[in-house]
């Protein structure tokens, strides 16, 4: 036994002789045997880490799109042109001192949304009601909403479309501010031209951007007619009691394409230029 | 030399004595070798037990179980500002070995539109997400029981999320809730042209693995 030892595994100390060569030869022997063994014990042995996965089909989250259908009748029940002047904003020229009748109806599918109104000639800024889920409204829901605007002088008006709710929302019962536009209700908005501090931050941001340049197709191309003193069939001149009767019949008018109105006043938008 | 030969004496005494007491057993005792052989012989391996089952709550208010061909998420939301998505899960381990799991939602495709600033924008920009984890239903309901609970507990921007696992014995469950909201505070900045609608598509993996 000693003998096979020092032949085969004994490595001298340092300094005290050489290893021989049997002695390299028996220790990969063993490497390798040691190798076989364990490759012949995988096929005896079994060893297992338990795992289960579940996974879903992929869901799609998407979204909602608001944007408002608006038609504006002047006081002769004419449509007015409103231009498609961006992305889910309408410019429409109005002519002073005439009233016109503006409805909003809801598009998209979206529960809820507002529009903005604002002009580069006057400098307050209007949100409406909301249009689509509304609690304070009738049924909770309100579709479609009308009012109608007169110009102290000639006027470009934005409708610009937003989702969401409205920031002036929370002001609905406050009955003093003068920008937030409900259905048929007595407000009287006054434009003023735009001042460089005139916008309150709210605002800014929610326009995001200044009103950009109208862009008009060559199809929806509108064009400056001059003035004509609009008279009634009979030829008379309008007066201010003629003017009267024009809006009360240009507001009933709306009565039957939708909602009933109420016999109470309409709204009635002033818009000052100076 | 004396010493050799006392010790062979004491082993030759104790020998004869050890014969001695094994001849006077014999007559009190019996000694039996038992066996028995049977021409049968199975040897039964049990593994181990490894199920689990997640299950959410459809729209029927009814717990269904989750595969590959189940869309967690309604197809028919949409959402805008406001609007808050909350799916009740519920995970149990069916088998007979404990294990730790863990809840992950992958997103796995996204489709970016323009907004109505002309503007590319993505949809998960402007989502918040959130998983919650209960032991019982009860405790589930205090956290997503109404919608100001549910948006207190999904702050977290809307992207690839994996939980910390947890452990799970066996004949156990969990219950938990993944939340998808839509801030209020979302500007037009997320409402998008008529082109085509923003899309996110979620996956939803629980993993589970053996406790070690």
């Known amino acids: ?274 | 030399m004396e010493n050799r030969i006392k010790f062979k004496k004491i082993s030759f005494v104790l020998s004869v004595f050890a014969i001695i007491i094994w001849l006077l057993l014999g007559t009190n005792a019996s000694v039996a070798w038992f066996s028995d052989t049977s021409n049968e012989v199975s040897n039964i391996f049990n593994v181990a037990d490894f199920k689990l089952v997640v299950s959410y709550k459809n729209d029927n208010n009814q717990w269904e179980e989750i595969d590959a061909t189940t869309k967690v998420f309604s197809d028919e939301a949409l959402y805008e500002p406001g609007y808050v998505q909350v799916v009740p899960l519920k995970i149990e381990n069916k088998g007979s070995v404990p294990f730790n799991f863990k809840t992950s939602v992958i997103i796995n495709d996204y489709r970016s539109a323009t907004n109505v600033y002309n503007e590319t924008f993505k949809l998960q920009d402007y989502l918040k997400f959130g998983v919650v984890f209960a032991k019982t239903e009860a405790e589930l309901s205090e956290l997503i029981g109404n919608r100001d609970l549910a948006e207190q507990n999904a702050q977290e921007p809307l992207e690839t999320y994996h939980s910390n696992y947890l452990p799970l014995e066996a004949g156990g469950k969990y219950y938990g809730a993944l939340i998808v909201r839509m801030p209020k505070e979302v500007s037009n900045v997320a409402n998008y042209d008529v082109l085509g609608p923003p899309k996110v598509e979620l996956g939803i993996v629980v993993k589970a693995g053996q406790q070690q």
Request: aromatic share 8%.
């Open chain 1, 1 to 274: 036994m000693k003998n096979i030892y020092e032949d085969f595994f004994y490595v001298p100390k340092h300094g005290y002789g050489k290893v021989k060569e049997k002695v390299l030869y028996s220790r990969i022997a063993v490497m390798i045997g040691t190798i076989i063994i364990c490759l012949a014990a995988m096929s005896f042995v079994a060893f297992a880490f338990f795992t289960h996965d579940i996974a879903s089909q992929t869901n799609t989250i998407k979204t909602a799109i608001f944007d408002a259908k608006i038609s504006i009748l002047d006081n002769e029940k004419k449509p007015v042109n409103v231009i498609q002047s961006g992305k889910f904003e309408k410019t429409a020229n109005l002519k002073k001192d005439i009233v016109y009748t503006v409805t909003l109806e809801k598009d998209g599918n979206a529960k809820t949304g507002f529009c903005v109104l604002s002009g580069e000639d006057f400098s307050d800024i209007y949100h409406t009601q909301q249009l689509g889920e509304d609690i304070n409204a009738d049924g909770g829901k309100r579709n479609e909403l009308k009012f109608t605007i007169k110009a102290t002088e000639d006027v470009s008006i934005v409708f610009f479309s937003h989702w969401g709710t409205s920031s002036k929302y929370a002001d609905y019962e406050n009955a003093d501010d003068k920008n937030y536009i409900k259905a048929w209700d007595n407000v009287e908005i006054t434009v003023t031209p735009i001042a460089s501090n005139s916008l309150e931050e709210d605002e800014k941001t929610e326009l995001k951007t200044p009103v950009p340049s109208v862009d008009i197709p060559d199809s929806e191309e509108t064009t400056s007619e001059p003035q004509e003193t609009i008279l009634p069939d009979d030829g008379e001149e309008i007066t201010n009691a003629t003017e009267n009767e024009i809006e009360s019949e240009a507001t009933s008018s709306q009565s039957s394409s939708s909602e009933q109105l109420s016999s109470e006043e309409t709204t009635s938008v002033e818009l000052k230029t100076e």
